[in-house]
Nanobody, 126 residues
Framework: QVQLVESGGGSVQAGGSLRLSCVAS????????MGWFRQAPGKEREGVAT???????KYTESVKGRFTVSRDNAKNTLYLHMNSLKPEDSAIYYC????????????????????WGQGTQVTVSS
């Protein structure tokens, strides 16, 4: 059974940085797409960044140049480095995995992802 466990969330002031981590277990293949999604109160879940098996990345427009997604396949760990945080980045951030090499349109269609973590809260104050 696949389990995804996020960590690294917290509260920061605008302009600050955070690094989120997501450890995957129960899934031994590195042939997968992983990604970060977020959901703010009263809003739809949205894709933040995805990364496929070969390291290809996609980002939603609002985080380009500020966030970096990466993965360490040896550690089964996904990361999200978030810099220059803004209050509008406040949300619950979820790690997700798709057991397929390519991410396709997962960034804009979160239903492509098959497994989800429990989420970690990120709060950015102005």
């Amino acid at each position: 059974q696949v389990q995804l466990v996020e960590s690294g969330g917290g509260s920061v002031q605008a302009g600050g940085s955070l690094r989120l981590s997501c450890v995957a277990s129960g899934y031994t293949s590195v042939t997968n797409c992983m990604g970060w999604f977020r959901q703010a109160p009263g809003k739809e879940r949205e894709g933040v960044a995805t990364i496929n098996s070969s390291g290809g990345t996609k980002y939603t427009e609002s985080v380009k140049g500020r966030f970096t997604v990466s993965r360490d396949n040896a550690k089964n760990t996904l990361y999200l480095h978030m810099n220059s945080l803004k209050p509008e980045d406040s949300a619950i951030y979820y790690c997700a995995l798709r057991s397929y090499y390519w991410c396709d349109d997962a960034l804009t269609n979160y239903l492509r992802m098959g497994y989800w973590g429990q989420g970690t809260q990120v709060t950015v104050s102005s």
